[in-house]
């Protein structure tokens, strides 16, 4: 079994469209908890084109009251502005169960790569440090590279949340999608030997999931703009359904072309 935390950024971004409050994030997001989704994740960036620090204390309100995981993500290295606290002292105040550390700067569209730490991490390490005094499990976001998982234990994460775009990429592609399938297998049994767990995310679908699932042992997925796309237009609760059918082994839904 595969659990699944649902990022709710998307249904953030839906509201700052118009502002006021509708789509309601803490009602929405009492709906995925009460469909049996096994988390909720959020992203709150400096520029708040989504997730705003509001919502970050409002929905760790809501995981608290639901004993659900609440694992915020984001770069440990972003600082306070007027409108943003900084990513660090969200996670010191609010104690999430997870922080997964994110390398992407203020402007990008999205996270599309994994940390290089083949440098010299002292801070990051020192993040980590100040994260795991708290109680908080940290997670890396990272590519599916044996040497990049290995220093990412050596710097005491908890975790690994393997960025899944590239698999995503190239799922219409046998050959090349069998190929990246074997390497991110081959990535999750290396992290696992050296007692990490592993996490999976980046444009993971109902299409693509299920073939992911069966070939990469993976402890939690970290899915949003896919799933909140496809509850429009099946609804949020048949939405988690499906995906919760998927995460445990159960789902009916045919293999895409082997």
């Given at each position: 079994m ?12 839906l ?6 409050s509708?789509?309601?994030?803490v009602e ?5 908890i009460?469909?049996g989704?096994?988390g909720i ?10 997730i705003?620090p509001q919502?970050?204390?409002?929905l ?6 639901n004993?659900v995981?609440?694992?915020i993500e ?5 600082q306070p502005?007027k ?7 969200l996670?010191?105040e609010?104690k999430?169960?997870?922080c997964?550390?994110?390398p992407d700067?203020?402007h990008q569209?999205t ?9 010299k991490?002292?801070k990051l ?6 994260a795991s005094?708290l109680?908080v ?5 990272m590519d599916?590279e ?8 050596e710097?005491s994460a908890d975790?690994v949340e393997?960025?899944?775009g590239p ?6 592609d ?5 190929a990246?399938?074997?390497?991110y297998?081959?990535a999750s049994?290396f992290?696992k030997?050296?007692?990490l767990?592993?996490?999976?995310g980046?444009?993971l679908d109902?299409e693509?999931l299920?073939?992911?699932l ?7 997925v ?6 909140i796309s ?7 609760e048949t939405t988690i359904?499906?995906y919760l059918?998927i995460?445990n082994g ?8 082997e």
């Amino acid at each position: 079994m595969t659990n699944l935390s649902v990022n709710v950024n998307k249904i953030a971004w839906l509201r700052n469209a118009r502002e006021g409050s509708r789509p309601n994030l803490v009602e929405l997001s009492q709906i995925i908890i009460k469909s049996g989704a096994n988390g909720i994740t959020v992203h709150p960036r400096p520029d708040l084109r989504h997730i705003r620090p509001q919502d970050v204390y409002d929905l760790r309100t809501l995981t608290k009251a639901n004993n659900v995981e609440f694992n915020i993500e984001g770069n440990p290295f972003s600082q306070p502005t007027k409108a943003y606290p900084g990513f660090m002292e969200l996670i010191r105040e609010l104690k999430p169960e997870q922080c997964t550390f994110v390398p992407d700067d203020d402007h990008q569209i999205t996270s599309d790569h994994g940390w290089n730490l083949l440098n010299k991490n002292n801070k990051l390490r020192d993040y980590i440090n100040v994260a795991s005094e708290l109680g908080v499990r940290v997670s890396l976001f990272m590519d599916p590279e044996n040497i990049q998982i290995e220093k990412a234990k050596e710097i005491s994460a908890d975790r690994v949340e393997l960025y899944t775009g590239p698999y995503a990429d190239s799922f219409y592609d046998k050959d090349q999608r069998n190929a990246n399938l074997i390497k991110y297998s081959e990535a999750s049994l290396f992290a696992k030997s050296l007692d990490l767990d592993v996490n999976a995310g980046h444009d993971l679908d109902q299409e693509n999931l299920k073939n992911f699932l069966i070939n990469v042992e993976v402890d939690e997925v970290s899915i949003g703009q896919a799933l909140i796309s496809d509850a429009l237009l099946d609804g949020l609760e048949t939405t988690i359904n499906n995906y919760l059918l998927i995460c445990n082994g159960k789902s009916k839904t045919p293999l895409i072309a082997e």
